[in-house]
C-alpha cells in the first residue's frame, strides 16, 4: 500500500523548511553586515590617557625590579654592531602591565612592543579615568576608526644603563600612530616619577627651551650603540662639537627640551647613527611634532610607524630650528652600507 503525497502538502513543507532556515541565519547574517558596516573607533584623548597609565604602571615595576635587584639579566642576543642586546625582569613585567593594561581595553588595536610574554596575572582593565591636567588641554570626541592605529610601546627604554644603575637614562615609553604617523607620545621616568606627554596638534605638558645654539650644537648621541657617530658629528659640525654621550632614546629626546626633571642634561639636537627600532623613537618623535620639532633620518625623511619595527636610515632630531639646513651639513648617508 503506498503513501500518496499531495502536492499542496509538499509545498507547504518545502515553504516551512525555508522559514525554519531563514530564522536560523538571519540574525548571523544581520550581525555580520551590521559588525562590517559599524566600524570599531577609538577616542585618541582615551588613547593618551590610557598610554599615560600604562607608562606609569610600567615604570612601577622597572623600578621595584631595581630596587629588588632582581634583574635576571640575559641576553637576547647580539645588535648588528656586536653589542648585546640585554633583557631583564624589569623589561618583561613593565611589558606585561603596558601591553595587556592596553589590549585588555581594547583588544582590536595593533600594538607592537618590544618584549613578548604571556599574559599570566595580568587581567587589568583601564579604569576609563583621565587625568585632569589632559582634561584642562585637550577636548574629547578626537575618534578614529582602530584599523588605522599602531601603538608602538618601549616597557624599559636604556636597558643597559639600567643593569649598570644609572637610573637617570631610564623611561618607558607608548607611542600612538595614526596611519603611520606620530601623533601621541609618553615618555615616563620610573625613578623620579617625571613623565612628558604630546599630542600633535593639540597640546603637551612640556616645553622647548628658550633658544638653541645650532652654529656650533652641543649634540646628544649614544652611549652604548654609538657607531661611529663621533666622526660623523665631527664631519658635519667641527671638531670641537661639544658631544654628550648619554642612555635611552627617550632621555635624548627630553635633552632636546625643557622638562621640570632635576635629573635631565640638555643638547641641542641628537643623532642617531646604527640601527635602531620604531619603538625606540615613535614617542619622542611625537612629543617633539606636538611642539613643532622634527625627528627624521639623517637624510631629512620622515619614518613611517606602521608595517615593520626597524629603522636603519639613522637619525636626526631637532627643535626650534631649521631642520633642513641641519641634514644639509651632515655627511651622505647610505642607509644600505650601514
Ligand atoms: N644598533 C642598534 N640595534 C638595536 N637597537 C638599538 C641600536 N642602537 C640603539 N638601540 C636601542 O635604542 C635604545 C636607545 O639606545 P642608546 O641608549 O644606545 O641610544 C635602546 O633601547 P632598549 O634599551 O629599549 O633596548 C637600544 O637597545
Ligand atoms: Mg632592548
Ligand atoms: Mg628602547
Ligand atoms: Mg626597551
Known amino acids: 500500500m503506498g503513501i500518496r503525497l499531495s502536492p499542496l502538502g509538499i509545498a507547504v513543507f518545502c515553504l516551512l523548511g525555508v522559514g525554519v532556515i531563514y530564522h536560523l541565519y538571519a540574525g548571523v547574517l544581520s550581525s555580520r553586515i551590521a559588525s562590517f558596516r559599524h566600524k570599531r573607533t577609538v ?29 635576571e639579566e640575559k641576553s637576547k642576543g647580539k645588535t648588528k654592531e656586536g653589542a648585546s642586546e640585554k633583557l631583564t625582569l624589569g623589561d618583561l613585567n613593565s611589558h606585561r602591565k603596558m601591553f595587556y593594561l592596553i589590549k585588555n581595553t581594547y583588544p582590536y588595536i595593533q600594538v607592537n612592543s618590544e618584549e613578548h610574554a604571556n599574559a599570566e596575572g595580568e587581567a587589568t582593565v583601564w579604569t576609563r579615568t583621565v587625568p585632569e591636567e589632559i582634561l584642562a588641554k585637550i577636548s574629547g570626541g578626537k ?42 607620545g609618553v615618555i615616563h621616568k620610573p625613578f623620579t616619577g617625571y613623565t612628558a606627554w604630546g599630542f600633535v596638534g593639540e597640546g603637551s605638558n612640556v616645553a622647548p627651551r628658550a633658544s638653541y645654539n645650532t652654529k656650533i650644537p652641543k649634540v646628544t648621541v649614544s652611549r652604548s650603540h654609538s657607531g661611529k657617530v663621533k666622526s660623523f658629528v665631527q664631519v658635519a659640525f667641527g671638531n670641537n662639537t661639544e658631544i654628550i654621550p648619554a642612555g635611552g632614546a627617550g632621555y635624548k629626546v627630553l635633552a632636546l627640551l625643557d622638562p621640570t626633571d632635576e ?60 631642520h633642513k639646513a641641519l641634514v644639509k651639513r651632515l655627511p651622505p648617508w647610505d642607509d644600505n652600507k650601514q
Open 43 to 71: 577616542d585618541l584623548r582615551d588613547l593618551l590617557a590610557l598610554s599615560m597609565e600604562a607608562a606609569v604602571q610600567g615604570g612601577r615595576e622597572v623600578k621595584r625590579i631595581r630596587e629588588d635587584n632582581t634583574l
Open 143 to 184: 575618534e578614529v576608526p582602530a584599523e588605522k592605529i599602531t601603538v608602538w610601546i618601549d616597557p624599559l627604554d636604556a636597558t643597559q644603563e639600567y643593569t649598570e644603575n644609572l637610573q637617570k637614562y631610564v623611561t618607558t615609553m607608548v607611542c600612538v600612530a595614526v596611519d603611520g604617523d606620530p601623533v601621541i
Open 263 to 322: 635629573e635631565q642634561e640638555t643638547a641641542d639636537i641628537y643623532i642617531h647613527v646604527t640601527y635602531i627600532k620604531k619603538w625606540d623613537i615613535c614617542a619622542g618623535d611625537a612629543i617633539l611634532r606636538s611642539l613643532g620639532g622634527q625627528m627624521t633620518t639623517l637624510r631629512g625623511e620622515q619614518i613611517d610607524y606602521s608595517g615593520t619595527e626597524g629603522n636603519k636610515g639613522g637619525l636626526l632630531a631637532s627643535i626650534k630650528t631649521d
